[in-house]
C-alpha cells in the first residue's frame, strides 16, 4: 500500500475541497472510528442487503430508529432446555425397564416430563426404591404400585397447575357479582377454602400501580395481570402439592406449601405479573416462562424464556426415549423455542433477556419462591402438552357455578376474617404507592362502590 502524502500536501488537498466533499469526509472519518465489531455488523448487513433498507428506515422514521437503539435489555447465558441430560436419560431408561413388565408397559407423558425436570437426587432415590422392590424384593404388585402412583400422581398434578377445564385463566376471569345482601343460593356464605374477590380486586390494582400500568416484559400500556402460581380452590392445590412432595426436594416443599395455602400471599401482588394481553395467553398456556435468577433491593430479577410445543398429551403413554424427546419438542435437551413477539421500541423478546420485577414494597414484590415453582411446572406443562388443546368456554348458565368443587363456595366478602388487609390494601391503593422506576407514568386507579364500601355490582373483576 502506498504511503500516505506529507501533512502539508493532506493540508492543500483539504483546502481544495468543496463542502460536499468535506461532509463525505467527515462522515468518512465516523466510520473510521467503528470498532472490529462494529464493523464486522456493518458488513454482515451489507452482505444481506439489509443496509440500504435501514438506512432508509432512519431517514422515513427516525425515531423508530431511536426508540430500537435506546431500548437495550440485559441478556445472561442461557441453559440447556433440559439440565443434566444424560443423567435424566439414564434415570428414564432404568425405569422404563422395569416399567415394560408391568401392565401399561410404559409410562405417562406427565411422568415423562417430570423426570426430565424435577431435582435429579429426589429422582434418584426414587429409582432407587423402585428397583430395591424390583431386583431385590422381587415385589412385583409393589412395583406397579409405585409405577401406577407416580404417574397418576403427575397427570393430577400437572393439569390442576394449568387448570385446563377449569373456568379461572389468569387473573382475567370475571368475578361473581358481588351484592350488599345476606348469602343467596349464588351467593353463599364464605369457606376457608374460597377466595375473596374484593382481596384480589384491590391486589390486582396494587399490581397495576407497582408496574406503572405497563407490560413487564413489552413495555406496552394497559396490561393484564397475570397469575404465577393458580389461584385456585383447594382441590387443585392439593394435586399441585401431591406431586411437589413426591417430586421435588423437602426444603422447596417446606418452603413453597406454606404459601401456596395462605390467601394474603396467593390473593396478594405477591402472586401478580403485568403482561400484554398476548405474552398473558402464552404464559397461561405454558408458551413462556420466567427463570427467577436473584434478588436485589429494587425487586425480583427474571429470565425470560420461551418454550416449545409438544404433540403429546399428558397421559399418552411411551417407551421410548428417542420419541419421547422428539415428540415433546425437546430434542436433545438445548434448544429452547421462539414466538415472534417484540418490545414497544420493537426489539424482539428473545430467551435469554433479564428483567427485574420492582417493587420498594417487599409486600407487592412478585414471590420468589412462587416464581422458582411457576418455573418448573410450566416446563413440565410444556414437555407433555398439558396446557395444549382448546380454552375452555363457559356457558352462560355455568359462568358462576362450576368454579368451585362441591365443597368450596364465593366468598361473602363483609364477613371475612381478614377483612380490614383488604382495607388496608384499599388504602395504599387510594392513597398512592411510590414505586422506583426508569419510567414514570401517572395512573389513577379507582373502583366504583357501594355506599358500604364493597365493590360495585358492575365490578368485573381483575383485568
Known sequence: MDSPPPKDKIIELMSNLDETQLEKLWKLRELTSLNDDQVQGLQKLHDSYSLGFLIDLAKKAPYSI??????????????DYVTEFEIRRGIFYRITRVACWSARGGINTALFA?????????????????EDS?????????????L???????????QAFVNKGGSQKGASAAAPLMTNSQPTILQPAPTAQSPNYTRMSE????????????????????????????CDGMENTNMITDMLEMFWDPDTVTQLVPLIRDRNVMESPQNL??????????????KMALKPIGETEKGVIVQFHWLKEGNYKPNSVEADFATFTTQSGIDQGKSWGYK??????????????????????????????????SWDLRRVAAICGAAVGEPWEESDDEKYMDYYSEDETCSFVSEENNYPEVLRWREEVEGGIEIETDVKIETDVEMDTDEDGQPGDDFEGPS
Not at 66 to 79: A, C, E, G, S
Request: charged letters at 20%.
Open 203 to 230: 391486589s390486582v390494582k396494587l399490581c397495576k400501580r407497582r408496574d406503572n400500568n405497563m407490560c413487564c416484559f413489552t413495555g406496552m400500556t394497559d396490561p393484564h395481570e397475570a397469575y404465577i402460581f393458580p
Open 66 to 79: 431511536h426508540d430500537l437503539v435506546w431500548d437495550r435489555l440485559n441478556t445472561q447465558p442461557v441453559d
Open 148 to 158: 401406577s402412583q407416580w404417574q397418576i400422581t403427575s397427570v393430577n398434578g400437572i
Open 340 to 373: 415472534g413477539a417484540h418490545r414497544r421500541s420493537g426489539l424482539s423478546l428473545d430467551t435469554g433477556q433479564t428483567f427485574t420485577l420492582k417493587s420498594d414494597n417487599l409486600a407487592h414484590r412478585p414471590n420468589f419462591q412462587l416464581l422458582k415453582i
Open 114 to 130: 417430570v423426570l426430565m425436570v424435577a431435582p435429579v437426587h429426589i429422582l434418584q432415590s426414587k429409582l432407587a426404591a423402585l
Open 273 to 286: 405479573i403485568s403482561m400484554n394481553g398476548q405474552l398473558h395467553t402464552w404464559f397461561d398456556d405454558c
Open 134 to 146: 424390583y431386583y431385590d424384593r422381587k415385589n412385583q404388585t409393589e412395583v406397579n404400585e409405585m
